[in-house]
């Protein structure tokens, strides 16, 4: 079957940095994004990888490695703004996307 | 200018009733997607259109039927109504370069909650 495993939760310090991962197993690999969804509003699209490495885009970078089916999104300098659901997903070999459950982060000041 | 939109942004109705979600998007795109994101903020995909042919059907229930009267409409007709159909439906839209399925953008939701 097809997965993508995130942290249900995170909590961190307002102006700190926080690193959110994302594990996936999926037939065939074409591309990962991760999305922004904030509390009663639509995912709004973050960034997207195919490449191994780090892309990064302001405070926000994404980090992927095809070989070991994992990616991060790091962001840094948080805002309380900030406070959301990030959600990894995949596309797979038939170019579909397949979606973590999100990852709901608490900026505190 | 709205690229994805959707209406009612809420619908509240009683079970066994029919009602329809309208979606337009004024990209250009050339699929459209139907999610459902339940109480576990999972997303799930249910429909896609691509030129007015469905390409994906996810294993939902047949009271489901999507619509797409022309490239920038998909919309969703619900009959019956379940009480576990109460969750929020995203209508997306994304542009297929060469096959190959691009970032997707997301209409506002629609929150249907059902009695």
């Known amino acids: 079957g097809q997965n993508i495993d995130q942290p249900t939760e995170m909590t961190a310090t307002e102006g700190a940095i926080v690193q959110i991962n994302c594990t996936y197993q999926?037939?065939?690999?074409?591309?990962l994004f991760w999305y922004q969804q904030h509390a009663g509003e639509a995912p709004t699209f973050l960034s997207y990888?195919?490449l191994d490495g780090l892309e990064e885009k302001g405070r926000f970078s994404s980090f992927l490695s095809r070989s070991k089916g994992y990616s991060y999104l790091l962001l840094k300098e948080l805002q309380m703004k900030d406070s959301a659901s990030y959600l990894c997903?995949?596309?797979?070999?038939?170019?579909?996307?397949?979606w973590g459950a999100g990852t709901k982060l608490i900026i505190k000041p | 200018d709205t690229a994805v939109s959707q209406t009612p942004k809420y619908l509240v109705t009683q079970m066994g009733n029919d009602k329809s979600i309208k979606c337009e998007q004024n990209?250009?795109?050339?699929?459209m997607y139907w999610y459902k994101q339940d109480s576990k903020k999972f997303l799930k995909i249910m429909f896609s259109?691509?030129?007015?042919?469905?390409?994906i059907n996810e294993t939902v229930p047949n009271r489901f039927s999507p619509k797409s009267p022309d490239k920038a409409h998909l919309n969703l007709h619900i009959n019956s109504l379940e009480l576990g159909d109460s969750a929020v439906y995203f209508c997306?839209?994304?542009?297929?370069?060469?096959?190959?399925?691009?970032?997707?953008?997301f209409g506002p939701g629609t929150r249907l909650l059902v009695l």
């Open positions: 999926t037939s065939g690999f074409n591309g």
């Open positions: 259109y691509n030129n007015k042919e469905l390409i």
């Open positions: 997903a995949v596309k797979d070999s038939n170019y579909q996307l397949i």
């Open positions: 997306a839209s994304s542009q297929d370069a060469g096959g190959h399925v691009e970032t997707q953008y």
């Open positions: 990209l250009g795109h050339d699929t």
């Open positions: 990888n195919v």
